[in-house]
């Protein structure tokens, strides 16, 4: 099975970070004083693990899914993870865009993954473990 390189965990790290230097080398960081660097490590991961829009992730994986691997509209699951990504952003203090920039690359990473090893889907800590990484 081909594990998603721990994107989410990157994510983890390097999301809030992204605010105060360049994301990617293509977008200058904010200039509005109230936004911040944040530690991304340890503790900040488990939150993004147990914040209920990673769950909803899941849940809409789960939707994209339900009518078999072959059966995903991987465009629509795309834009669907997009908009839980932007709701999710103000609670990583990050723009929506800014959180859609920085795990734009998951939604389809994760149809592989899942078409490789549908168990991913079996249960939370499955899919937890496919994207952030054994915990």
Known sequence: MIRLVPILA????LALAALAAPAFA???APSAPHETTHNMQGATEQAWINDPHMHAFYEA?????????????VAG????SFAIFRDFAPAMH?????MVDHLKLIPRQVVQ???EDPHV??????????TFGPQ
């Open 121 to 130: 889907l079996d249960n939370y800590g499955n899919f937890v473990a496919a």
């Open 113 to 115: 993954i899942v078409k």
């Open 94 to 98: 990050m723009t929506p865009e800014g």
């Open 10 to 13: 990157a994510a983890a790290s």
């Open 26 to 28: 293509q977008h200058p």
């Open 61 to 73: 994986t789960k939707v994209a899914f339900a009518g078999g691997p072959a059966k995903v509209d």
């Open 77 to 80: 699951y795309e834009q669907r």
